[in-house]
C-alpha cells in the first residue's frame, strides 16, 4: 500500500519499498522552515537510505540558503530530479556539478526515464 502525505510545499508518495516520489507545488521556497517539516516527514514516513524522484516542475526559485539545507539533511542514495525544459536541465546539471552532493543525482524531463535510471540505481518500484 502506497503512502502519501502532504507538506507545506507539496507532496511525497511512497513509489516503491525505496523509492519515493515528492513533487512541489509552490512556486518558491525561499525559507528553510518551509522545507524542514517535508523533510522531516519524508524521513519519518519513508526512512533513511532510498531513492527519490523529486518533481520542481513548478519550482520557479530555491534559495541557496535552502538547497543548503536540503543537500546538507538528504539521507538518499540517488535522486532523479523532474524539471520541465531542456535549459533547467542544463541548469539542474550545473548545479549538481557545481554543489556536488553527497548522493547520486541526475536530471531528467521524463518521469519514465528517471524512473528507469532510479531502478538501475537499486530502487524497486511497486509493481502495478
Known amino acids: 500500500m502506497a503512502k502519501e502525505i502532504q507538506t507545506e510545499v507539496g507532496y511525497l508518495l511512497q513509489l516503491g519499498p525505496n523509492i519515493a516520489k515528492e513533487v512541489y507545488l509552490v512556486p518558491e521556497v525561499k525559507d528553510i522552515d518551509m522545507v524542514k517539516g517535508h523533510v522531516q516527514k519524508g524521513q519519518e514516513i519513508f526512512g533513511a537510505g ?3 524522484l523529486s518533481d520542481i516542475r513548478k519550482l520557479k526559485s530555491i534559495s541557496r540558503e535552502v538547497r543548503e539545507y536540503l543537500k546538507g539533511h ?6 532523479a530530479i523532474l524539471v520541465n525544459s531542456g535549459l533547467s536541465m542544463m541548469v539542474g546539471n550545473l548545479f549538481i556539478d557545481i554543489s556536488r552532493p553527497p548522493y547520486l543525482a541526475r536530471v531528467f524531463r521524463k518521469e519514465s526515464a528517471a524512473l528507469k535510471w532510479l531502478e538501475e540505481q537499486g530502487g524497486i518500484l511497486y509493481s502495478e
Open 74 to 79: 538528504s539521507t538518499v542514495i540517488a535522486a
Open 50 to 52: 532510498g531513492y527519490c
